[in-house]
């Protein structure tokens, strides 16, 4: 079952500079047509993060043509994965944990910036706990105690949720 401090860093081998925890935020303006993208992907290990924060109004068929392509690699990796702001002006906090995020988001050129909150409808899907998972038994799951190993089995989640808040575009 994914808990309050599956939303922060897991415990880790800190010799393993290839351990990875990521955060996502996918929204849409339906009405205008805007996909919106905010990615974190952090490597504690390292001390290094690379976000990317991507819009696009309308299909683009080639990525030039995307309103708002962010990404950036090499940030400083913020100490908690649960309450953190990031150079390049995109900052997250989990509140509720595990179900509801606060994303917010300032362009250092100020073409966009948004404010958004998701409140997950449900709790957490853990596809590795044979309790939440009716395809797996006891002995499928490959979670365990052992929290160093595969990232995948530790803490991995999937949730669905309701996204509001503002955006602005320019």
């Known amino acids: 079952m994914i808990q309050e401090h599956d939303c922060d ?10 351990w990875t925890e990521t955060t996502a935020l996918i929204f849409s303006v339906p009405e205008a047509g805007i996909l919106g993208n905010a990615y974190v992907l952090a490597r504690p290990n390292l001390g290094v993060a690379l976000s990317s924060v991507a819009l ?7 990525p030039a043509e995307m309103d708002l392509a962010d990404c950036q690699v090499h940030l400083p990796c913020p100490e908690s994965f649960s309450d953190f702001e990031l150079a390049n ?3 997250v906090k989990v509140s509720d944990a595990p179900r509801d995020y606060h994303f917010r988001y300032e362009n250092a050129l100020d073409n966009c910036a948004f404010d ?10 853990d596809m590795h706990d044979p309790a939440e998972n009716a395809l797996l038994t006891a002995a499928d799951s490959v979670a365990s105690a052992d929290t160093h190993g595969d990232g995948w089995a530790n803490g991995h989640f999937e949730v669905k949720g309701h996204i509001t808040g503002e955006l602005e575009l320019a």
């Open 116 to 125: 958004l909150t998701f409140e997950a409808t449900h709790h957490p899907f």
């Open 9 to 18: 860093f897991h415990d880790r081998d800190p010799e393993d500079w290839t």
């Open 56 to 62: 696009a109004q309308g299909m683009c068929p080639s």
């Open 89 to 91: 002006g995109l900052s």
